[in-house]
């Protein structure tokens, strides 16, 4: 993929070397080359934990500045329900809400505002499913590209309707603000999968978000903004169940069915899609699947510990004592809530444009990885001995990488200088001496 955009980027200057992100990295999409990491852009899915585990901090999410939308002459923010769990209890939605506005936004549409949309029009189609197989949801980008390249046998069970950030944006510029020409529409966002998302997007050909701004980035002004505010507007519109997306379980729970199983961090998540790839997973009619844990409560970009981020959210939900408004219950056009276009899988792989090349470079690989030791200690730059074999036949890599495969030249190379070292030529030896005298 030449069009491969990703935020989750390494600033080598603070990278040390140390492995400590590649045995994190749910798609082998690390390696330390040369004392500092690099990333492969085929692999990555975006999904933060390289961000959430390196010790240096040096990975980072590109995202955008709040001083960026002074660019537009309109600009309505679309805040994650997760930026309402981290400040604390006294900071209501509506407080929230009210300080975005006085951040700059002339506009705000919640994001758990079009998870209520989304939630009406999944429980319809579950009311009209037909198909045997459970559904995946669609809601998590990074579990949408991890599908793409671990698991693409399961692409045709995920749902085809597009995630509330995106839902919200269209809603924004097709349905409320359609005559303002210099529009920004940004999403608040706690993770970096949903940077990609809109820079990258599945199932359409762009993305009505204009900007995304992280929750880290944002945090700091806007509680200043909360804790001095003179007036509090009523802006906040999503019900209990669209706030609760903000966590696990919160879109399955939406849903009111029965046959309903959620899904959290990124490793629970790999091995239930391994169970359900094999057939051995078929309770549910609908499976929610997100990459952080407790979902995007744990986003790699937010603040606050996602457990007390939960908790909140829980309050905060608890208090609102409105149901989902008009929009959540009125249809919408298919083009605001559906999927444009079908999901590719992506191969993560490619070892060669001609098939006979790419078959003779598998059974390279598959012969190099049965003479490594199969320790997968990291010590190579590469996550595992099977993906140092790739390396070494992409020529990324050298068999001596392995350590362990470095001693055992070394031993050899030792003991080959120690019997060079006892060698004499026949005029010097002792012997030749002797028959002389």
């Not at 933060?48 to 660019?71: F, Y």
């Not at 030249?409 to 030896?429: D, K, Y």
């Amino acid at each position: 993929m030449n069009n491969i955009k990703h935020s989750v980027i390494l600033e080598r200057n603070k990278c040390v070397g140390c492995t400590n992100c590649i045995g994190h990295c749910p798609t082998e999409a690390i390696r330390v080359r040369q004392g500092k990491a690099c990333i492969l852009d085929e692999r990555c899915i975006d999904c933060g934990e390289c961000i959430r585990v390196c010790p240096h901090h040096a990975k980072r999410a590109q995202s955008d500045a709040l001083t960026d939308i002074q660019r537009y002459d309109f600009t309505v923010a679309i805040p994650a329900p997760t930026l309402y769990g981290q400040l604390g209890d006294k900071y209501s939605i509506d407080r929230i809400l009210t300080a975005l506005k006085k951040l700059g936004f002339d506009a705000i549409f919640e994001a758990a505002e079009a998870a209520d949309i989304v939630t009406a029009k999944l429980k319809e189609m579950l009311k009209e499913k037909t198909d045997p197989l459970p559904w995946i949801s669609s809601s998590c980008p990074a579990i949408i590209r991890l599908i793409q390249r671990r698991f693409p046998s399961l692409l045709e069970q995920i749902v085809r309707l597009e995630a509330p950030m995106e839902v919200a944006a269209r809603i924004v510029k097709q349905e409320l603000y359609p005559d303002k020409k210099n529009i920004g529409v940004f999403f608040i966002s706690p993770c970096p999968a949903k940077i990609t998302a809109v820079k990258n997007p599945i199932g359409a050909q762009s993305s009505a978000v204009d900007g995304v701004i992280s929750i880290s980035e944002i945090f700091l002004p806007l509680q200043n903004a909360a804790a001095n505010l003179s007036e509090v507007e009523p802006l906040g519109r999503a019900s209990i169940k669209g706030v609760n997306w903000a966590r696990s379980e919160g879109e399955s729970q939406a849903t009111e069915w029965a046959g309903t199983v959620a899904v959290d961090g990124i490793v629970n998540v790999i091995n239930f899609l391994e169970e359900l790839e094999n057939g051995k997973t078929t309770y549910a009619d609908f499976i929610e699947v997100m990459a952080c844990p407790g979902g995007c409560v744990g986003g790699a970009l937010t603040v606050e510990n996602p457990y007390i981020c939960k908790a909140r959210i829980i309050r905060k939900a608890g208090k609102i004592n409105r149901e989902a408004r008009e929009r959540g219950k009125t249809p919408l056009r298919q083009q605001l809530i559906m999927m444009e276009s079908e999901i590719p899988p992506v191969q993560g792989l490619t070892l060669d444009a001609d098939v006979h090349t790419a078959a003779e470079k598998m059974a390279r690989i598959q012969q190099y990885t049965e003479e490594l030791p199969g320790l997968d200690c990291s010590s190579c730059g590469a996550p595992t001995c099977a993906a140092l074999a790739e390396d070494i036949v992409a020529g990324t890599a050298k068999k001596n990488d392995c350590i362990f495969i470095l001693r055992e030249e070394i031993i050899i190379l030792t003991e080959g200088l120690a019997e060079l070292g006892s060698w004499m030529p026949p005029l010097l030896s002792k012997e030749s001496r002797k028959k002389d005298e």
